[in-house]
């Protein structure tokens, strides 16, 4: 008995490795393959559907406005966020998916004022700036690390606000905030090296949602359009060093454009080597 007992102790202790092994390597798979993901290919660029595996179900944000006379004299307010399930400043799982641009900071907000580039916030209280006077849109969003948005009910705040030396002699009409609205979040900037293999597409949606059947968003790559009927974020591949333009537009189940506020977007982003 002692014997078999003495040969049995390496085998248990080249399994307890292999199972620990298995447990704490690091998954840097972004689509597994029992998941059944959109993928498109036009003219040499792939959009893929993007896997996030944790989807903080939970995650909450609110949002209040303030500021000074003189700050919003110059279109400058303080944004007030209370968030709950969500951590800022951590480092999302799986943020080494593909190659894709990761913030070192870690998660953030995405603060968006009239669809313009986005402002990347860290703390829960920061002074932001719009482009010029008048009544704004103000959108924010959770974000991970790797820059993809929280989409879930609770994980944006959408609300309207007034700056400018004129906005205590002018009357602005209240916008309505009940239209389906796509907003544009990424691509953004440059990318270098690596980052350029496979970039990340990402939007937001407020009082809407994709469908086979009804609203879509067309997203024109360089010329090439692809319909997407599901919201999530897309890795796209294939895009060449240089410029590139990136065109998204609302549409409905008829592909007629939707009358809604900054319905359609267009940015570019330059790739480096």
């Not at 307890?16 to 059944?36: D, E, G, M, R, V």
């Not at 480092?91 to 080494?96: D, L, V």
């Not at 705040?157 to 796509?182: E, H, N």
């Not at 319909?227 to 990136?246: A, D, Q, R």
Request: hydrophobic share 30%.
């Amino acid at each position: 008995m002692k014997k078999y007992y003495f040969l049995l102790l390496p085998l248990a202790f080249i399994l307890l490795i292999a199972a620990t092994t298995k447990k704490t390597k690091k998954q840097t798979c972004s689509n597994p393959k029992s998941a059944k993901l959109i993928t498109q290919t036009k003219n040499g660029i792939t959009l893929t559907e993007l896997y996030s595996p944790e989807s903080f179900s939970n995650a909450k944000i609110t949002q209040s406005f303030g500021g000074s006379s003189e700050d919003l004299d110059t279109n400058t307010f303080s944004a007030n966020y209370t968030i709950e399930n969500y951590e800022l400043g951590k480092q999302t799982g799986m943020s080494g998916i593909k190659t894709c641009a990761n913030s070192a900071k870690g998660q953030h907000i995405h603060n968006i004022i009239d669809n313009q580039p986005y402002t990347a916030l860290y703390d829960l209280n920061a002074k932001v700036k719009a482009k010029n006077d008048g009544q704004h849109i103000v959108l924010s969003f959770l974000s991970r690390s790797y820059h993809e948005s929280i989409k879930n009910k609770n994980a944006y705040t959408i609300s309207s606000t007034i700056t400018g030396a004129s906005r205590t002699v002018i009357r602005y009409a209240q916008p309505d905030l009940t239209k389906p609205m796509l907003f544009y979040s990424r691509p953004k900037g440059e990318y270098t090296g690596s980052e350029t293999d496979a970039v990340l597409l990402d939007f937001y949606l407020v009082n809407c949602d994709l469908s086979k059947n009804g609203y879509y968003v067309s997203a024109e790559v360089n010329g090439n359009t692809f319909k997407l009927t599901k919201w999530c974020g897309y890795f796209m591949e294939g895009l060449p060093k240089g410029e590139n333009t990136i065109k998204l537009r609302l549409l409905d189940k008829n592909g007629k454009l939707v009358d809604s506020p900054f319905n359609t977007s267009e940015r570019k982003i330059i790739l480096k080597k």
